[in-house]
């Protein structure tokens, strides 16, 4: 079972951009498809974005489409979320998941200990 950790959380203004990383502990990266997901306070766990295990294929979900990119280094077992003009909404605990079908989001169930991110209005 793959270990992950994520890092790049903080707290910024509306509008500011930051990218969170994921690191993976061996060398079965490239064995998954990659997600990440995150949950507000009082709100449930929510997908954010998956990805392949090549990297080829990506999903999001509607309401940060156009404005996070996932990606993926698999010779640096890294996992990437960038995020530019971020909102007051996208404040949450973010969490890396590794699964074995981006597409399918119960199969992801390998999950890292969550970065918090809070954008401020």
């Known amino acids: 079972q793959v270990q992950l950790v994520e890092s790049g959380g903080g707290l910024v203004q509306a509008g500011d951009s930051l990218r969170l990383s994921c690191a993976a502990s061996?060398?079965?990266?490239?064995?998954?498809?990659m997600g990440w997901f995150r949950q507000a306070p009082g709100k449930e766990r929510e997908f954010v974005a998956a990805?392949?295990?090549?990297?080829?294929?990506?999903t999001y979900a509607d309401s940060v489409k156009g404005r996070f990119t996932i990606s993926r280094d698999n010779a640096k077992n890294t996992v990437y979320l960038r995020m530019i003009s971020l909102k007051p909404e996208d404040t949450a605990v973010y969490y890396c998941a590794a699964g074995t079908y981006y597409s399918d989001y119960n199969s992801f169930l390998s999950w890292g200990q969550g970065t918090q991110v809070t954008v401020s209005s």
């Open positions: 061996g060398r079965t990266f490239s064995d998954y498809a």
């Open positions: 990805l392949t295990r090549s990297g080829g294929r990506t």
